[in-house]
């Protein structure tokens, strides 16, 4: 049992408040391998705690007349500072792809391609030199906005409604463009050693986008280096040692792409007419976990266990669904109104136990899942799409998602409590690598919130930005 003390934030002109509290969530207990071969299980339905409050954290309504005056004091200096103009805004498209009708596979082509030259020049752009303040709501005391030094740790990778692809340092500083052509609504997935980005990009092909994922290495003072090319909509994944990317290929199966090579090896066989997608490999490199799909919305979740890249093709037949297949374990299934939903399959530390997302009761909202020796629910209001709103700590015991409250954070034990709060749309939100901090996205904007609710901060030099993730590399 914990208590709590509270205040709240709100960030001008925005409507977002921050809760202050007290100790963070509590400690995991120690981990029991689970029994791979699970043929059946059955979800529990933990009485959730409330989310911890003394006091209701205020809802602010943002004021959209006059802009507030913000004083700032500058010296007088011979030249003038260089201004950070505002990205052009796009919206981004919102539409949602449904799983496709059995049709030819598309094929997957790695082509080599010549080391690529950066779309701009590689020298750094400088900084915003105006500082976002924030006032609370209790009094007219200005909090210092600058991004705290210890919360400049790894890289941000992020896109703006142009289309355009960047990456920068937590405090706004050291920032570059990648790409000019990222896919609004796609995703950013950096490799775990924080020096390679997968991203998706739209070309436009005849009249038409054509999506593909892209592989870029990101070295430090380096021009971006061309990797791989992988003609796939579906979602990709990387291998812990940051050498290899895995994907799937609708109504043909999962593949392994070895980035030194350029080779792909196909490792597991879809069955006719279903999908199978969302590969992730624990952080041992032996279990490949996936999702199968049946009949568009009927979803299976298996583990091939012990996983082994050199070993034949993968196969399952009806015994996988019965949980009886010999090679991979049913973990968990059931349905999702949302015809064949991306999952993001978050591994823990210890390489056994994960947590996962489904939205299967309405657009509006999703709920996550702890699978340890057996499924738990951990919480069903996070905003959709879930795969999107929900993140796990490096340390592997919290999560934190998107909410219609705010921000908000849930412990493996079920604890939760909000971190922030307002009338602007949060979302997106992900832990920094030392689980210290957490970004998020508001008004097209990204905020940094300390773990316990305090310290609100916005990141400069980041305007029009319609998604983002948080590296662990220098």
């Given at each position: 049992m914990f208590r709590t003390s509270r205040s709240s934030l709100t960030l001008a002109g925005?409507?977002?408040?921050?809760a202050v509290a007290g100790p963070a969530c509590g400690a995991t207990a120690p981990f029991v391998p689970p029994v791979v071969t699970v043929v059946s299980l059955e979800r529990q339905t933990p009485t959730k705690t409330p989310i911890a409050v003394d006091t209701p954290i205020p809802t602010l309504t943002a004021s959209r007349t006059p802009t507030p005056t913000v004083t700032q004091t500058h010296t007088p200096v011979p030249t003038l500072a260089p201004t950070v103009t505002k990205m052009p805004l796009v919206a981004p498209t919102s539409e949602r792809t449904a799983t496709p009708s059995p049709t030819p596979a598309p094929t997957a082509t790695e082509t080599r391609e010549p080391t690529q030259t950066a779309v701009p020049s590689p020298t750094e752009l400088p900084a915003a030199t105006a500082t976002a303040t924030f006032v609370p709501t209790a009094t007219a005391t200005v909090v210092p906005a600058e991004v705290p030094p210890e919360a400049v740790v790894g890289r941000i990778a992020f896109v703006t409604g142009d289309g355009r692809l960047w990456t920068m340092k937590p405090d706004g500083t050291s920032m570059r463009s990648v790409a000019s052509n990222a896919y609004l609504d796609g995703s950013l997935v950096w490799s775990p050693d924080g020096i390679r980005?997968?991203?998706q990009e739209s070309k436009i092909v005849g009249s038409a986008p054509r999506l593909a994922w892209r592989v870029v290495e990101l070295e430090e003072k380096s021009a971006p280096r061309f990797l791989a090319r992988i003609e796939t909509t579906e979602d990709l994944s990387w291998s812990p040692d940051s050498d290899r990317v895995l994907y799937s290929l609708p109504f043909d199966g999962i593949y392994s792409l070895e980035l030194r090579s350029k080779k792909s090896k196909k490792i597991l066989e879809s069955v006719a007419d279903t999908v199978d997608k969302s590969p992730m490999l624990s952080p041992r490199d032996n279990r490949l976990l996936f999702v199968h799909f049946e009949r568009g919305v009927d979803y299976y979740i298996g583990m091939v266990k012990p996983f082994r890249e050199?070993?034949?093709?993968y196969e399952y037949g009806g015994n996988f669904?019965?949980?009886?297949d010999r090679d991979i374990a049913l973990l968990d299934s059931g349905a999702t109104l949302r015809s064949g939903q991306p999952f993001r399959f978050q591994?823990?530390?210890d390489g056994?136990?994960?947590v996962y997302g489904t939205e299967s009761n309405d657009d509006a909202v999703g709920r996550v899942f702890l699978y340890d020796d057996g499924v738990k629910e951990l919480t069903d209001d996070v905003n959709a799409p879930v795969e999107d709103n929900a993140d796990l700590s490096n340390s592997g015991d919290r999560i934190v998602y998107a909410s219609p409250e705010g921000i908000a954070m849930v412990d493996v034990a079920g604890s939760r409590k909000l971190l922030t709060s307002g009338e602007s749309k949060q979302s997106r939100p992900r832990w920094?690598?030392?689980d210290r901090f957490v970004a998020f996205l508001a008004d097209e904007r990204i905020f940094l919130v300390q773990a316990d609710g305090s310290g609100l901060v916005q990141v400069p030099g980041a305007e029009g930005v319609v998604s983002f993730d948080w590296s662990d590399g220098s």
């Open positions: 925005l409507g977002i408040a921050i980005l997968a991203y050199d070993d034949d093709t669904v019965a949980g009886t591994w823990r530390p056994k136990s994960f920094s690598p030392d």
